[in-house]
C-alpha cells in the first residue's frame, strides 16, 4: 500500500486537504488525533508528561492544558525539546500501526512535523507538502487563533523553514488562492495516487499543483 506523509507548516491548510482526502475515502492517519489520543487521561504519553513537567500543566479537571503548554512550549526551545522527546517515540509508534493496518490503494498519513522529526520520513513512501507564502500564512495564522503578530512570528519561528519544506517534498500543493482551487487539486493528486499505488512506482516523479 502507498503510504503518502501529508505535511506543511501551520495554518498552511493541511486540515482542509486531509478532509479532502477523507471525503475520496481514503484513510488519513492523524499525527495531531494521535497525540490527543495518547496524552488522554489515564493515557502513557499524559503520564509521562506529568512526570517530567508536574501536574502545572493539567487543567481543573485533571485534563492536559493544551493551550497552556503550547504557550510554554513555543516560548521555550528546551521544553519543547523535552516535550517532543516524549511524545514523538509514542506517535511515531501509533502512526505505524495505524497505517499498517489501513485496507485501500494509499493511505494519508497527516504529520504537521515531519520535517521537523526526519525519522518519521521512514513510515511514508512520499510527502506532500501542503504550500503558501509566508505572509499569507501569518495572517491566517493570526486570524485563526486571534493571537499578536508576535505570537504568530514565534509560532512560525518554532517550525522548520518553509525552504526544508520543500526540499523535502514529492509532490506540493500549493494554497495560495481559494477552496474550490484547492480541493480540484487534491482531486488530480487523488488520480495521481491511485494510479501510482496501482503500479506499484511509488517513487515516481512528483507533481506540483494547482
Known sequence: MLKVGL???????KSRVASVFAGLGVPIVDADALSRDLTA??????????????????DAQGRLDRPQL??????????????EAILHPLVMAALKARLDRADAPYAV??????????????????VLVVDCPEGL??????????????????????????SA??????????NAGDLA?????????????????AGGDFRRRGMTLP
Open 109 to 126: 498519513a497527516a504529520i504537521p512535523l515531519l520535517a521537523e522529526v526526519p525519522a518519521t520520513r521512514a513510515l511514508v513512501d512520499r
Open 70 to 83: 503550547r504557550r510554554r512550549v513555543f516560548a521555550d526551545a528546551g521544553l519543547r525539546r523535552q516535550v
Open 41 to 58: 487521561p489515564g493515557q502513557p504519553g499524559l503520564h509521562a508528561l506529568i512526570s517530567a513537567l508536574g501536574k502545572g500543566i493539567l
Open 7 to 13: 505535511t506543511g507548516g501551520i495554518a498552511s491548510g
Open 165 to 174: 519544506r520543500l526540499a523535502m517534498a514529492d509532490d506540493i500543493l500549493s
Open 137 to 162: 500564512q501569518l495572517a491566517r495564522l493570526m486570524s485563526r487563533d486571534g493571537g499578536t503578530e508576535a505570537q504568530a512570528n514565534a509560532m512560525l519561528a518554532a517550525q522548520a523553514p518553509r
Open 181 to 197: 482551487a484547492l480541493d480540484a487539486a487534491v482531486g488530480r493528486l487523488h488520480g495521481f495516487y491511485l494510479e501510482l499505488a
